[in-house]
């Protein structure tokens, strides 16, 4: 749980020694990974006799559960079948969640405040900063997948003004497209692939390629925020099913971008299915400690959580994918590898690949014979609590609809009342009323990103790059 949520409740009094963000370290997070390797293989695809209902493990959410949340999901659709009905429904989805106003703060979107509150209880960027001086220099590479606009590349330029990102996203013509106006694209370069489709079905390998032979082994953050518009059509219960593919390559892809240490922050949803268990227990095997994290920024009715992955676990970072380091016979490299993380990394990349490739002509069902017992143990606590949330709220929203339409939004649901302005000054990022010269050019002067090879400034000529969030 955020711990947010609890700091800046409006409360008859103030409890001063309540001011830090921390989270549940006991059972919110997995970091039991010293001893695991990879299991064997075991890769099942989907038959066209299988239903979306009949794909979630029984061991990975209670089934009560799972049944009640399915409907309250495939209810919401009939709202959204009119342009009235949708617009009630977007009300009651708005007057249900208590930190709806939060707004953007400086950012474009809500996703840059996400990040901010991500960040402020992970520390995800290493910065750290106060609210006198809310921002941090010093060399910081990192970057985003699926993630057009760019608000997670905007929040990041605004905490690190001297960073250097890389981003890829689709680029097909109709998508979202990167936001030039609001990104400072000397210190950010767009990455379409050779196919110049943006897409990471087909490009993960040339990017990591690129990235590490501009940047070495410099990579300390990876951000991931794929979806698809599940919207239309009454899909919402496909989400977890349909995201599964472009996940897997976002994980592909800072496993095989990061530096020794660095973090990894991921947006997942409902994590119930055989394959998003085997994506999140490979993401275990290689980070100190993974999360899966609900920010309050985050609307509660939603599945949408942030799996969280500090700490990435390699002391030595191969050159080519392809090379197999556990043959290194180097005895300085070989002193400061640590064998098992490097041939976990090795097999988790090679078996991934070798499933996206399966996808162009069949659904995966899993790739792993047996998980862990403490590791499911660990996916079902964080799964039901996720339920139960979805649930409670949904719950509310439906009321909401069924109430009298002479009813005023005050008289039809009862929120709890917090300090949205605390919630800010606990991320250290600008309230909203603030105006922000994001990157005054005198203040960071001196501070450009030199010495990488084959980089083009600004990226001009670049076109059609779009956002991740809404479809890939």
């Known amino acids: 749980m955020d711990p947010t949520k609890d700091l800046i409740l409006v409360k008859s009094s103030f409890n001063t020694n309540s001011s830090e963000l921390k989270v549940n370290t006991d059972s919110d997070r997995f970091s039991d990974n010293e001893s695991m390797k990879v299991p064997s293989s075991n890769i099942i695809t989907i038959n066209q006799n299988m239903t979306i209902e009949s794909l979630f493990d029984e061991n990975l959410v209670d089934k009560k559960l799972f049944i009640e949340l399915d409907k309250i999901k495939k209810s919401y659709g009939e709202y959204r079948q009119s342009t009235d009905t949708s ?7 708005k007057l249900t969640n208590p930190f709806e106003n939060l707004g953007f703060s400086v ?7 996400k990040m901010a509150n991500c960040d402020a209880v992970f520390d995800l960027t290493d910065s ?24 997670f590349v905007q929040y990041i330029q605004w905490r690190r003004p001297t960073s250097f990102g890389y981003g890829m996203s689709l680029a097909t013509p109709g998508e979202i ?3 030039k106006k609001n990104i400072n694209m000397e210190r950010f370069s ?23 032979e501009k940047e070495g082994d410099n990579v300390v953050f990876v951000a991931a925020d794929g979806g698809f518009d599940v919207s239309k059509g009454n899909k919402f219960h496909l989400q977890e099913h349909l995201s599964n593919r472009l996940i897997m390559m976002e994980i592909y892809g800072a496993i095989g971008l990061l530096r020794a240490g660095g973090n990894f922050c991921c947006k997942v949803f409902d994590t119930v299915m055989p394959m998003m268990r085997d994506l999140i227990f490979c993401c275990s095997l290689l980070f100190r400690e993974v999360w899966l994290f609900k920010p309050i920024s ?41 064998k098992t993380k490097i041939a976990n ?23 792993f014979d047996k998980i862990p017992k403490k590791f499911i143990k660990w996916l079902k606590q964080q799964n039901n609590q996720s339920f139960r949330r979805q649930i409670d709220v949904g719950k509310k929203i439906i009321e909401y609809l069924s109430f009298s339409e002479e009813l005023e939004p005050s008289e039809k649901i009862d929120v709890v009342s917090y300090n949205l302005s605390k919630a800010f000054l606990l991320w250290r990022i600008p309230d909203n009323k603030v105006k922000d010269d994001y990157f005054p050019k005198a203040r960071y002067r001196g501070t450009s990103h030199k010495g990488s090879k084959g980089r083009s400034k600004g990226q001009k000529g670049r ?7 809404r479809s890939h």
């Open 87 to 93: 617009r009630i429904f977007s009300q009651a989805r």
């Open 107 to 113: 950012f474009m979107d809500r996703a840059g405040v």
């Open 128 to 151: 750290q900063t106060t609210l006198r001086l809310m921002r941090q220099g010093g060399k910081f590479i990192f970057v985003t997948l699926a993630e057009a606009p760019g608000a």
């Open 177 to 179: 497209q990167w936001s």
């Open 190 to 212: 767009i990455q379409n692939g050779p196919d110049n489709t943006g897409n990471l079905y087909t490009n993960t390998d040339w990017l990591i390629e690129d990235i590490m």
């Open 298 to 338: 985050s609307r509660p009715a939603n599945s949408e959580r942030y799996m969280i992955c500090k700490g990435f676990l390699l002391k030595y970072k191969i050159d080519k994918l392809s090379k197999d380091a556990i043959d290194v016979t180097d005895t300085e490299v070989m002193n400061i590898i640590d």
């Open 345 to 367: 990394r090795i097999k988790i990349l090679t078996l991934l690949k070798n499933v996206n490739q399966l996808y162009e002509t069949k659904d995966v069902l899993q790739i």
């Open 463 to 469: 076109k059609k790059t779009y956002r991740g969030r």
